[in-house]
């Protein structure tokens, strides 16, 4: 039990579920690039959120009163890579202005659509599974198969809804960001989903 009572399992989902209402409150890039927002809005939101983004990162780094103030407000919400490198937060940001920068209109929205809801479903549910079924020790950090088949569920149906992709395409695309995101590699979960879902959306568009 931890110091609030609650099993270790289930404040890991708690701290992923808040974690996760702020990634998915960037579904709504997506949805206003579907709806007809143009390309240069979209582009000039993202930029200004990446450059608040890295000057954030900036200011951690070069002010202790600030990073200070940064980690009583979102120390908390961090993984322990984040405490001493960039958040997840600043790598979305990114991500997601490269991917309306580098990829075609339909294709961009099912990259972003995967980053920004693909991506911490398979967080979500692969730390609810977990708080039901706790893992033996040692495996508490392993990527679950129930949080990839979250993940490919729910970026299948925003490739083929809302990106108008072909129900074989959107599922292709779908297997992609699921891969992608259980990949046992360093780099940043939001660059991998986001670049290998774009660039398979590309090929398929």
Partial sequence: MTADGAPPNHLGLRRELARKTLH?????IPV???????RDAVVTMLA?????????????????????????????LLRQREKSACTGATWLALSCLGAVLLFSRDAAIASLWCVTVGDPAAAIAGRAW?????????MDNRKS??????????SFVGVWVLANYAVSAAL????????????????DDNIRVAGAAGAMAQLLA
Wanted: charged share 10%.
């Fill in 130 to 138: 977990k708080a039901a079924h706790p893992p033996a020790s040692g």
């Fill in 32 to 38: 206003a690039y579907n709806r007809g927002a143009s």
């Fill in 24 to 28: 998915l409150a960037a579904v709504v």
């Fill in 48 to 76: 200004v959120a990446s450059g608040v983004a890295l000057l954030i990162e900036v200011a951690r780094r070069t002010s202790a009163s600030f990073g200070a103030m940064f980690d009583r407000a979102f120390g908390s």
């Fill in 145 to 154: 198969f129930i949080g990839s088949l979250a993940c490919a569920a729910v």
């Fill in 172 to 187: 292709i695309v779908a297997f992609v960001a699921a891969v992608s995101e259980v990949l046992p590699v360093r780099l």
